[in-house]
């Protein structure tokens, strides 16, 4: 039996309490809100749950063995820290934190106290990731040209970050986890037009091999669009995230170019083939990742959503941003040998910091 204490009920907080509540290898001891409305909440909700406004009350506890931070991303570091400090395992709210600096302080506190952090990249436990992932390893789509997502809306408005540090981070941590090269370098373009904020954003990133990947992000869309392109050499895939049933299609189509002695002998044969749509496992990603977090502290795991991922995540991030700053200038992002110059990785294998790990794990 794991005992957790929740930081944060407000939009995203529910839903994690509820999945914790429903494990049977969990114990949600305490929840912690300022609001005055959401402890009420709380406390309609699940009388046998004890809510405090304070912080410490959790921090101190010592039978709370593991902290859930679900609270707005400056507050993060903050409380991360102070769970770790206090020998807390930490399941972090996405992004991980608000700067390279933050998670990496955060990520060599973790190693040294031997606990667990793990950042709610939630995406990666659909079934449709998990079944993009496997297609992508067993050679199902072929070599890897580009990855296309766009996530717009209308709203939600957030006050302390830009559209980038809100929807994004989903798609970069899919991105992240399916794609088994880092990026190198990032541009970014957006517009603020009702605050100080960019509430529209394109960005591009440039992988090796030629390998390119696009994210349109927009709190100003008169409708709601969730839908990924994948092209690749054999197969191409769709996955529009808002379909009920198909979820994920899969196109035998393609391009075979039979000759390229000169730019008039360039033979170009257009390939079109049966669409299928795989099954895709039914399960909340939520619960199943909440039911990973959970087996990473009783078998001593390292989650593959830890702080480093965390960590490849918010570095993109400051990338987009640097360059957002300076009107869609491109900036290059730290190198795998830089990353693990900044973490002490004395004890953090070096499988983990550069993400290679992610092809061998079934999760």
Partial sequence: MVKFGVVGYGYWGPNVVRNLEQLEEVEVLAVCDRSPT??????????????????NDLMSSRDIEAIAVVTPVWTHYELAKAALENGKHVFVEKPFTSSRSQAEELIELAVRKNLKCMVDHTFLFTGAVRKIKQVLQDGTLGKLYYY???RVNLGL????????WDLAPHDLSIMDHLIQQSPEAIVATGQTHLNAHEDVAFITLYFPDKVIAHINVNWLSPVKVRTTL???EKKMLVWNDLEADEKIKIYDKGVNVTSQEGLYDLLVNYRSGDMWAPQLEQVE???????????????????FNDGVAGLRVVSML????????????LVYLP????????????????????GSHLAATGD
């Fill in 335 to 354: 190198s795998q040998a830089a990353v693990r110059k900044a973490i002490d990785t004395s004890k953090v294998p070096r499988s983990i910091v550069t």
């Fill in 148 to 150: 296309d997502s766009t």
């Fill in 318 to 329: 400051e990338a987009a941003t640097e360059s957002l700053g300076q009107r869609g200038a």
């Fill in 38 to 55: 959401s402890r009420r909440q709380v406390q309609k909700t699940y009388p046998h749950i004890h809510v405090t406004n304070d912080t």
């Fill in 157 to 164: 408005f957030q006050h302390d970050i830009n559209v980038v």
């Fill in 230 to 232: 994948i092209g690749c």
């Fill in 285 to 303: 990603a939520l619960r199943a990742e909440l039911v990973y977090f959970v087996r990473c502290i009783t078998n001593d795991e390292v989650p």
